[in-house]
């Protein structure tokens, strides 16, 4: 496949996903210190000090909107180096592009399902990257009382096989399991 054939299927691929930008699978963004850090403020991204006293920039990304980066002209560098495991296998041919969109898309409908089900139970959550929720459940279900309680109990088995559907199939089709991405999910690249 020519280079121009391989970036505009990347493109395509990645406007149907947005799986890197969203908070489905990360927390946040390392910030390289030679980074033009001012700029990115000016452009609107969330960025933040971690304990450790790196600058990250916060998942969801707040440049990302309607599918795509609206900030594309002045993002991160590790945004434009990341390539999930899909686009790599797309790019390489290992992967058709009707394959790789059904992939994207089952995986939506996964998400959807899990995340449908969590903010009925724990509104809260809602603003919170997909990814964190996993280990924010059991906090929040300590402080649940009433209808949101017996709910939680009801449906807690289903939210748990939600959550294990999606992470299986990040685990699968999304991270890059060649040491590109921490174990934790936490950050990109």
Same mark, same amino acid.
């Given at each position: ?10 493109? =395509? ?5 947005? *799986? !890197? ?8 963004? %390392?910030?390289?210190?030679?980074? #033009?850090? %001012? ?9 933040? +000090? ?7 920039? =916060?998942?969801?990304? $707040? ?12 993002? #991160?560098? =590790?945004?434009?180096? *990341?390539? !999930? ?22 995986? @939506? ?10 903010? /009925? ?13 996993? =280990? ?8 649940? $009382? ?5 709910? *939680? ?17 990040? &685990?699968?089709? *999304?991270? &890059?399991? /060649?040491? @590109?991405?921490? +174990? +934790?999910? $936490?950050?990109?690249?």
């Amino acid at each position: 496949m020519k280079l121009e054939q391989t970036e505009a299927l990347e493109q =395509r691929l990645c406007k149907a996903c947005g *799986f !890197c930008c969203d908070g489905t699978l990360f927390l946040h963004v %390392r910030i390289r210190e030679s980074e #033009p850090i %001012r700029a990115y403020k000016k452009a609107g991204l969330q960025l933040m +000090d971690s304990p450790e006293g790196k600058v990250t920039m =916060r998942q969801p990304c $707040s440049g990302f909107s309607k599918g795509s980066c609206q900030t594309y002209h002045c993002r #991160p560098l =590790r945004c434009g180096e *990341f390539k !999930c495991a899909l686009l790599n296998q797309a790019s390489e041919g290992a992967v058709t592009e009707s394959n790789a969109l059904e992939v994207i898309r089952e995986t @939506k409908k996964i998400r959807s399902r899990y995340t449908a089900l969590l903010y /009925q139970i724990f509104p809260e959550l809602e603003q919170k990257p997909v990814v964190s929720t996993y =280990r924010q459940i059991r906090k929040a279900s300590k402080h649940l $009382s009433g209808e949101a309680l017996k709910l *939680f109990r009801a449906r807690k088995s289903q939210l748990k096989e939600y959550r294990e559907s999606l992470q299986e199939a990040l &685990d699968l089709h *999304f991270y &890059d399991r /060649q040491g @590109k991405e921490d +174990d +934790d999910n $936490s950050e990109s690249t």
